[in-house]
């Protein structure tokens, strides 16, 4: 409706320079601005809906009333560029780079190892940057308040917040100062004095804050707010015209004239919803300059808040107004401003408005269920003005309100509270932080004075229904009655019944909303008594005062053995030397497969996929697409000229579907066009016929009914089992469920085909772990030898498994289209799709029996797996098999027979996965032997110990090694962690505590490292030496965060004896180092570091003819002799026999164990992890700090997988967690308050390069000490209901799964519905 049409010129800041526009588009974000016009493309895309922080700025804007400036940071993803005008951007190129200085915080995150992929870290700056703006010596509360909305899926956090500590005023000990032993720990190692235990990393070196040295507000912008008349400014873009009035006269005018025009604050509501559900507005209003609503004004009764505030700006202005009261009025404003800490994150309460929060109408919002409760009131304002109570006649619907939609919200009113008034808000998320609410509650109670008879009471709930709804029965079976437990009780009856979710509601979790909305009733009980008690209106006891679980955290301890006195100060290996990139993740200047510079003529894919679980295609209509603006073509299979499929375990899978879908989410074709929104919208228009197949398999019962397998199915035993059994004194059998995993790379799948012009030669750009899988994907795709073929990888932004198979089909398309439109074609898929293409880890149903003494030795078992493999093939035999062949984990158990299938389903195909099915496997296994435990009555790690492996030993697959420095590893971190002292006390606290327990486990891990096939552990290095001495390395390992190209570095530094700075890694790429194996496997430095060794110490050699005539010559001018050298080496002879069930799968172990303690709250099941202390042997480690980060990052990810992932799928086979916003993976606040790593000295292994071993994947497994702690603090609460015994419980031990098998009096009183009887809102699958 207005393209063409001439509008304003919008004007701001980036980092210091005028941005003029004369045709910004208001579709158009500031990320995309950023990225694609301007080309800063330090500022990355994670999710672009405001859940991940990766796009995070900082804007300043200067108020000219107050003659201040403001610094906010802000997701740039969900940022208007119209709404920009006036204002001044910061981006991460703004505050440092290479090139001039480095900012203190980016050197800070750098060298305190706070970067593995990197692709966080822009963002992480930036936050903790805007932090620092307005608080240069924060608090370590401010700061993870900062970085709660900044996601990194690689470090585990720890050394992010290590570093930004240092900028903490109480940072002063010796901890966060990088010492791996803290005087706050106590359980150092006390032989040796402080100074010479090894450190991370160097505070001293750190350059300091110095504030006055920051990017002055432009004073261009200053005159302009000053000065300027403002007027209306009007900008036109292809589909959507944005109007930003002046004046509130003007503002009602424009939406009287169109109500259906939103009002575009802070465009949190209103973005995502253009942005994912495809909603198009044609008007888009910004109220952002009239003042009226951003005015604040206070009354004898209470105050009058502008509904244009920002969350953050009413934060501030509470914080500020608490103080002046006495506390009585204030009951009210505390709690909202307790509600308002918990929203969103940072960023989104930086923009979020006030009036935008409450028009939204969400189901589960924070605020309207306290202000309604409170009473509080809006004013609005159309043809005239009206005052309009916030009570449950204002809540409509979903996303709907009482007011007409020409009608502006101008203020919200928040009363003062009377004497004998209390308000209590209350919450329950997913996840603790960043994460919307399950139910959210409002309450306020109001008695007469000195007296506990209730006068008036609101109980107000979000989640438990489209929109916020009143308990107004139970109110009103409260009022005049006495506060006390017999009228309580009989509220928790009435709310039951008035508060009623259908058995299929949308959002699932019905029992465990139902019974949230009597806990935290209850919770506000004990809370209005103890307030009674305080004010001496009563005298009774409070039964017990549930206190906030912990949430500080601690500096923490990471040991590891510092190299020998011997050791030259030159050579690298073995010390915690920064990740070569560090720095450059930290300025932004690291370049990211999508920060590639477009090429002339590029075009953009989009894929469309499909929509049914399992259907014929019946047509495929792409005329609409054709016609649309910028489309350029659709690619089908028709189009592949060579290999329409890819092979894979010896079936085919189909690179585009042709005739038939199996799966919601199966590519069909792919639209090309000149820009991402216009391969969007085409996407959208390809209309796509269906007719359904009968009987989808969705889930693993299904799929057994159906005997719907893959083969081979496998099976592994050792002994007799079936006669073991027999003789036992117990058996036992049990069932376990585990959820799947999504990947959750920060980078998603990204791509760049370039075709060169001339012989069918191609350039491919990729973000992949196995370059060498791509080069022959894209050739057999093209029909083409792989000659014609260079795959090129500078970095990966995080693969996890999930960068090889998958990456490769995307790529075999995208090169499709680029042979057919003869144009360079990049395909970067959105967060949503790529978790809905490109499946995860595999899911698993598993049945077990144990038999064992009496004594606690477990003499057999048998294990039944079956994963739910999804709707082809892939890696998922593979993935069982490495399930069997780990299956004994540190136990001699004398009888074991394993056996797994992969189920074939109706559901996007799951894939390799960090652990390759180790982590599923194992967690069965750790649960039976404590069901053992629990049957015996006996602590878990006493059965543990009984089965472990002593002295020489045979696993069941017939390998013969030494568990000797496992089983120092379990002594060793015993010891370290004080494990009986706090097991004790662990137990008297839950004996003193009702509603919360506390729980501790210890988990140990053997895990074979290698591929189980030799082929595929073979290595190659390519190594340089030019005449000015400098030398490039190149080798078979990508980089993806695990800092391989900073071990081969240091490989190569010792090698050659030359500083590292002399050598650089640009890229892996095929026609460098052919042939690559996948960077997978944990063994990557194993075999790489080896090519690369043999290389170096060839070259070294030949230069020694050099160096013995001129010995006291440099090395610039020592390599006259020619030095290019390539190395390919074969790796070790790993296999497994299925059919004599034996072999050697894996080159070594590495063992692990870990113990952690959290504390659980009963009535919500929220969980804190206190305290993990790790112990790894990883042999003689080549870099400590990285080794360090990958133990923290793997087990965070297994801390996720085990406590928080979920995947959701509708009944129909659709994804729903296609988002941080539904799918949560661990934050800043699920770091364990204290988390202890601890390097096992002495370790030798004579299998992979300077005796270090592979470190990437095992400790994924460790994470379950979290699920195990709370289990055992489930347990706690359970025997305080009379329930002993092994209980069932599935992974991920979610707050929901903990409270509901805690079986409370609360949770006692929900009533479950027959299963069958309702369509549940999500699959179990
Ligand atoms: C990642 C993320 C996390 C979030 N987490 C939470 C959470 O934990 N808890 C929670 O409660 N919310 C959460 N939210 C929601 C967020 O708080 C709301 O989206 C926000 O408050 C809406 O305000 P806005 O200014 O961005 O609205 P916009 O998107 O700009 O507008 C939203 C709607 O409000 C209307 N509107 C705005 N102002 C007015 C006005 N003055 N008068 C009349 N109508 C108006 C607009 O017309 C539009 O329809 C989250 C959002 C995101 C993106
Ligand atoms: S990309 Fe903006 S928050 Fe994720
Ligand atoms: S370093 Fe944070 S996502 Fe990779």
């Given at each position: 409706m207005s393209a063409g049409k001439q509008g304003d010129t919008l004007c701001f800041f980036i980092n210091g320079k005028k941005v003029t526009e004369d045709d910004a588009d208001p579709e158009t974000m500031l990320l995309s601005f950023l990225r694609e016009k301007l080309r800063l493309t330090g500022t990355k895309s994670g999710c672009g809906g405001g859940g991940c922080g990766a796009c995070t700025v900082m804007v300043s804007r200067y108020q000219p009333a107050t003659k201040t400036f403001t610094h906010y940071s802000a997701n740039a993803c969900l940022l208007p560029l119209c709404q920009l005008h006036g204002a001044a951007v910061t981006t991460v190129e703004g505050i440092g780079s290479t090139k001039t200085t480095i900012h203190p915080v980016q050197e800070r995150i750098a060298k305190a190892h706070g970067s593995q992929c990197g692709f966080c870290t822009p963002g992480m700056v930036m936050s903790m940057y805007a932090l620092l703006r307005n608080k240069p010596q924060p608090t370590m509360e401010d700061v993870t308040q900062a970085l709660a909305g900044n996601l990194c899926r690689c470090t585990g956090y720890r050394p992010i917040v290590d570093g930004c500590r240092t900028f903490c005023q109480e940072a002063n000990c010796c901890q966060a100062n990088g010492d791996a032993n803290c005087c706050r720990n106590g359980d150092g190692n006390p032989e040796k004095p402080e100074e010479e235990k090894p450190r991370l990393f160097e505070k001293e070196e750190f350059l300091p804050l110095d504030p006055t040295q920051e990017l002055i507000f432009p004073p261009e912008l200053i005159l302009m707010a000053e000065t300027a008349n403002p007027e209306t400014l009007t900008f036109y873009g292809e589909r959507t015209t944005w109007v930003s009035p002046t004046s509130l006269e003007e503002l009602v005018q424009l939406k009287a004239k169109h109500p259906k025009a939103p009002l575009v604050m802070g465009n949190t509501n209103i973005g995502p919803d253009i942005k994912f559900k495809g909603v198009l507005h044609p008007l888009i209003i910004s109220p952002s300059r009239v003042k009226e609503l951003f005015e604040v004004s206070e009354t004898p009764q209470g105050v009058w808040v502008g509904a244009g505030c920002s969350l953050s700006e009413v934060r501030s202005l509470l914080e500020k107004l608490v103080p002046q009261f006495p506390e009585e009025k204030t009951e009210l404003l505390r709690s909202l401003n307790q509600q308002l800490g918990n929203l969103g994150n940072q960023q989104i309460r930086n923009v979020a408005s006030l009036g935008g929060n409450i028009v939204s109408a969400y189901p589960n919002s924070d605020l309207n269920p306290v202000l309604a409760a409170g009473n509080c009131k809006v004013s609005v304002i159309s043809r005239g003005r009206r005052e309009v109570p916030l009570n449950q006649d204002f809540f409509m619907g979903f996303g709907k309100t009482i007011l007409n939609p020409e009608e502006i919200v101008v203020s919200v009113f928040i009363p003062f509270t009377r004497k004998g008034e209390f308000v209590r808000a209350f919450r329950q998320a997913p996840r603790k932080e960043a994460s919307f609410a399950t139910v959210s509650t409002g309450m306020r109670v109001f008695f007469s004075e000195g007296s506990r008879v209730v006068q008036d009471v609101s109980l107000y709930y979000g989640g438990m229904g489209p929109t916020t709804v009143s308990a107004a029965k139970t109110c009103t079976a409260i009022v005049a009655k006495p506060w006390d437990d017999e009228t309580l009780s009989k509220a928790y009856d009435i709310i039951l019944d008035e508060l009623v979710l259908p058995p299929s509601a949308p959002g699932g979790k019905v029992e465990f909303r139902r019974s949230l909305t009597l806990s935290l009733l209850f919770k506000f009980h004990l809370e209005v008594l103890q307030k009674l008690r305080d004010t001496n209106v009563i005298k009774d006891e409070v039964p017990e005062k549930i206190w906030p679980l912990p949430r500080e955290i601690q500096p923490s301890l990471q040991e590891f053995q510092a190299v020998s006195k011997d050791q030259s100060a030159q050579d690298p290996v073995g010390r915690p030397i920064m990740h070569r990139s560090a720095v450059g993740h930290a300025t932004g200047e690291a370049v990211y497969c999508d920060d590639i510079p477009k090429t002339d003529g590029e075009l953009f894919l989009g894929l469309v996929t499909s929509s049914r679980a399992h259907a014929k295609i019946t047509a495929v209509d792409v005329s609409q697409a054709l016609q649309l603006p910028g489309v350029v073509d659709v690619v089908t299979a028709h189009d592949i000229p060579g290999m329409k499929f890819r092979p894979m375990s010896g079936q085919e899978e189909e690179l585009m579907a042709e005739t038939e879908v199996s799966c919601i989410g199966q590519i069909i074709c792919a639209v090309v066009a000149d820009s991402r929104a216009h391969a969007k919208r085409g996407v959208a228009a390809v209309k796509i016929s269906y007719e359904d197949l009968p009987d989808p398999v969705f889930t693993i019962e299904e799929a057994i009914e159906k005997s719907s397998y893959y083969e081979p199915r496998r099976s592994i035993e050792r002994g007799n089992v079936t006669e073991a059994f027999e003789k036992v004194d117990q058996i036992y059998e049990g069932e376990m469920r585990m959820g799947g995993q999504e990947h959750f790379y920060m980078e998603t799948q990204s791509m760049l085909v370039v075709p060169v012009g001339e012989e069918m030669e191609f350039d491919v750009y990729v973000s992949t772990q196995s370059p060498s899988a791509i080069q022959e994907a894209v050739a057999e795709t093209l029909g083409i030898s792989s000659n014609r073929v260079t795959c090129h990888v500078k970095r990966i932004g995080g693969a996890f498994g999930g960068k090889v198979t998958k990456t490769s089909h995307l790529v075999s398309i995208t090169s499709v289209a680029a042979l057919k439109t003869n144009r360079a074609v990049r395909c970067v898929l959105e967060r949503g799709d790529d978790m809905l293409i490109t499946g995860g880890r595999h899911p698993v149903m598993a049945r077990y029996k144990v038999g064992f003494m009496n004594d606690g030795r477990i003499v057999a078992a048998d294990m039944e797996y079956f994963t739910n493999a999804g709707n082809t093939i892939d890696e998922s035999v593979l993935v069982v098999e490495k399930m069997l062949v780990h299956m004994d984990n540190v136990y001699n158990i004398p009888n074991l027979r394993g056996r797994g299938a992969a189920c074939r389903t109706n559901l996007p195909s799951n894939t390799a996965f960090r652990g390759f099915g180790v982590p599923q496997g194992l967690l069965m296994v750790e649960n039976m032997v404590n069901d053992v435990a629990a049957v015996l009555g006996r602590p878990a790690d006493e059965i543990r110990e009984i089965n472990m492996y002593r002295g020489p030993s045979v696993t069941h697959y017939k390998l013969e090694f030494s568990p000797e420095n496992f089983l120092r590893c379990w002594d060793e971190c015993k010891l370290k962690c004080d494990y009986s002292a706090r097991r004790k006390a662990v137990d008297q606290f839950n004996q003193q505590s009702r509603w919360k327990k506390r729980g501790m486990s210890i988990i140990p891990i053997k895990y074979g490292v290698a591929f189980a096939e030799s082929f595929l552990n073979q290595a190659a290095a390519l190594v340089h030496i030019y005449k000015d001495g400098s030398v490039l390395v190149t080798h078979g390992g990508t980089e993806m965060g695990q800092g391989i190209h900073t071990k081969m570095q240091q490989v190569a530094s010792r090698e050659l004896h030359i500083p590292t700075w002399k050598i650089y890694i640009s890229e892996t790429s095929t026609n460098t180092v052919p042939n690559t194996c996948p960077s997978a496997a944990s063994f990557g430095t194993d075999a790489n570091g080896m090519a690369v060794k043999n290389a170096c110490e060839i070259l070294y050699q030949r230069l020694e003819p050099v160096r013995k005539k001129n010995p006291n010559g440099t090395w610039e001018n020592s390599?006259?002799?020619?030095s290019v050298f390539l190395c390919v080496l074969r790796g070790e002879d790993l296999y497994m026999d299925w059919e004599k069930m034996e072999g050697r799968p894996g080159a070594y172990f590495t063992f692990g164990v870990s113990c952690s303690e959290v504390e659980l709250n009963c009535l919500t099941g929220d969980y804190r992890t206190l305290r993990t202390d790790i112990m790894v042997d990883i042999g003689r480690s080549v870099n400590p700090s990285v080794d360090i980060g990958q133990i923290e990052g793997a087990f965070m990810q297994g801390l996720g997988l085990y406590t928080l992932e979920e995947l959701k799928f509708s009944p129909s086979g659709l994804l729903y967690t296609r988002g941080p916003s539904q799918y949560k993976i661990p934050a800043v606040c699920d770091v364990p308050l204290r988390f202890n790593v601890y390097l096992l000295p002495d370790s030798d292994n004579p299998h992979a390069i300077y005796s270090s071993k592979g470190i990437g994947e095992p400790v994924v497994f460790l994470g379950s000490s979290v699920f195990f702690a709370i289990k055992d603090a489930v347990a706690a609460a359970r025997s305080d209901s009379g329930l002993v015994g092994p209980f069932t419980f599935s992974s991920p031990a979610t707050p929901e799964r903990a409270c509901l098998a805690c079986n409370s009096q609360f949770t006692q009183k929900i009533p479950t519905s027959k299963p069958g009887s309702f369509k549940p809102w999500a699959l179990n699958i």
């Open positions: 390599e006259t002799v020619s």
